[in-house]
């Protein structure tokens, strides 16, 4: 019975993570992501020569540095998108993923503060902002760098070690809950869309998804006790949907926190990492 229900879910999941990672549609959506900034451009300009309907300009901004912020925030939407088609993937695969959303947020929060700037830029009176703009790009930078160190000390994936069967069964229940974490992002996606359209203010729906993805952790840690019930897989995967919920917190954090929560995040998910492949390496060993 849940071989077929796991069959089921390959089935529909397999070609939807095909075609995202098809090089024809990166090459699209890469040209897309160019038209769309240009696009951008064109109507804050439009915006701001009174050529707009009121109706329009209500939603378009006047400053030509947010079109900087709205093609990074379609380029956070599309990572996002491969980080849920990551999850079935090894456990410290999909935190790495996380970690690179964390970098691209950062650095997205820098260019934000760009909106707020006159034209042409000043550095008089926008020193506060210059200092956030400092603190996230320099942040951005260390996570990246740490996140380089992150993939450089993983080791085989623990997912191996399972059984044929189970690791199938284990692969098929991330993918479904990876199918369910899309629907729920287009759904919350699409709302955003049509508030914003409406001018009704609303919290980023980014971050409100990114609770989602701290809760899709936990349920994975408690999927994978019923394939691998042993200590060391429940403490270590424990762990890191730990430094997920660091980096959820990172996001709700105020300039300068948001920066050293997400550093204490990525050393802690660094140390996890060699802690368990160093100290447990015979315990690794007897499982192969």
């Known amino acids: 019975m849940m071989n077929t229900v796991y069959e089921k879910i390959t089935y529909l999941f397999d070609p939807l993570h095909h075609q995202w990672e098809h090089e024809k549609l990166a090459r699209k959506i890469s040209v897309g992501l160019v038209v769309f900034f240009l696009v951008g451009l064109f109507c804050i300009e439009l915006r701001r020569l009174g050529l707009l309907p009121d109706s329009l300009a209500a939603v378009i901004p006047q400053s030509h540095f ?7 925030t379609v380029v956070l ?10 999850l079935p993937c090894s456990f410290s695969r999909s935190v790495g993923k996380q ?5 691209l947020i950062l650095l997205r929060n820098a260019f934000k503060e760009l909106s707020d700037f006159p034209e042409p830029i000043s550095f008089a009176g926008n020193e506060e902002a210059i200092l956030r703009i400092l603190s996230d790009g320099f942040g951005a930078l260390i996570i990246f760098a740490l996140l380089g160190i992150y993939y450089l000390i993983q080791k085989k994936k623990q997912d191996e070690t399972m059984s044929a069967v189970d690791l199938f069964g284990f692969v098929a229940a991330k993918k479904g809950l990876a199918l369910l974490l899309l629907a729920a992002f287009i759904i919350m996606g699409i709302r955003s ?8 203010e609303h919290a980023d729906f980014l971050h409100d998804f990114y609770t989602l993805l701290i809760l899709a952790d936990v349920l994975v840690v408690l999927i994978s006790q019923c394939f691998q019930p042993g200590f060391y897989a429940v403490f270590r995967n424990s762990g890191f949907a730990l430094a997920t ?10 300039p300068y926190f948001n920066v050293l929560l997400g550093i204490a995040a990525a050393l802690f998910a660094i140390s996890l990492t060699i802690v368990s492949q160093q100290l447990f390496r015979r315990q690794l060993a007897g499982r192969r």
């Not at 939407?77 to 990551?86: Q, W």
């Not at 970690?99 to 970098?103: G, N, P, R, V």
């Open 66 to 72: 947010s079109a900087i912020e709205m093609a990074f």
């Open 77 to 86: 939407i599309l990572e996002v998108i491969s980080l849920i088609f990551t």
């Open 99 to 103: 970690f690179e959303l964390l970098a």
């Open 193 to 200: 869309a049509w508030l914003t359209l409406h001018g009704v």
């Open 245 to 254: 919920v660091i980096i959820r917190i990172a996001l709700a954090a105020p």
